[in-house]
């Protein structure tokens, strides 16, 4: 099972899961579906479905063209608002795709019908794979547009925390900056979250993917799987882990990464006048 990782739009991810002996392939959120036929033509696979995780345009907007360009093409997931659909899916429901075996996990909060895919291959010594969605981010989780509090607490902890630990974590959107950003506001003693965000950050400046993660690894820096942790608690100012997770996705909402102050000199040049020679049109 061969997972490739495409980027869209501003920071989104759609995924191809390729069952390498067959050579039929599986998408996983395919918004762009012109960038989606480029890889699957130049792996010489076969589509066979598209996985959706939930019905927001950025993750669900190319189905009906790959439904009208592949004849016969399945479309799972578990929205009526998804476009193109063609099975509707249920928690722990198991789907079979030569030897790559899934199981659904609905995880209702982002949106109401929200469902992650847990994939593995019969007799592979390959850790499996989540993809997660909007659900579970590196270092974060998603907004609770739909749902609730506790809603997302059952996700993070019976529901997809309850995965081996040595899953793979694909999820939705490129945001591991930003969440551990916050993170470390969260816990600035945490050297796991330091490491993970300058790691982060070296990857966004050369323009690379920060997933896959390990659920292992989130457990050490995402804060919203660490609420019952000291530091957490003591942050929030809560001790029940609900209205701990609660709190920290309100002041996830509210926090704003520090904008870089401009240099005093140069603005002191500007102020001066000390660039217009080189800024007056030629």
């Known amino acids: 099972m061969k997972v490739k990782v495409i980027s869209v739009l501003e920071d989104n991810y759609m995924y191809l899961v390729i069952e390498e002996s067959t050579r039929d392939a599986i998408a996983v959120d395919a918004a762009v579906p012109k960038r989606l036929l480029e890889i699957i033509r130049k792996e010489e696979v076969v589509l066979r479905a598209v996985l959706t995780t939930h019905h927001h345009w950025d993750h669900a907007r190319g189905n009906e063209e790959l439904a009208r360009l592949c004849p016969g093409l399945q479309v799972y997931g578990a929205d009526e608002r998804i476009g193109a659909l063609t099975h509707k899916v249920t928690h722990e429901q198991e789907l079979k795709f030569g030897a790559i075996r899934v199981r659904c996990l609905f995880t209702p909060c982002h949106t109401s019908g929200h469902m992650c895919y847990f994939m593995w291959e019969d007799g592979s010594l390959d850790a499996p794979a989540l993809f997660s969605g909007d659900t579970l981010f590196v270092g974060g989780c998603g907004k609770f547009f739909e ?14 925390g309850a995965l081996p630990k040595e899953t793979k974590v694909f999820c939705g959107h490129e945001c591991t900056v930003r969440n551990l950003k916050f993170a470390l506001k969260v816990e600035p003693e945490n050297e796991t979250v330091k490491k993970k965000l300058a790691w982060a950050k070296q990857r966004d400046d050369e323009d690379l993917p920060t997933v896959p993660s390990t659920l292992q690894e989130e457990f050490l820096y995402n804060p919203f799987l660490r609420v019952t942790e000291e530091p957490l608690q003591k942050f929030t100012g809560k001790t029940d882990p609900v209205e701990v997770l609660r709190t920290l996705r309100t002041e996830k909402d509210n926090f704003k990464k520090p904008k870089e102050r401009p240099n005093p000199q140069a603005m002191l040049a500007f102020d001066w006048g000390l660039f217009s020679p080189f800024l007056e049109k030629k």
């Open 147 to 160: 749902g609730t509090a506790e809603q997302m607490y059952t996700n993070l902890t019976q529901v997809l």
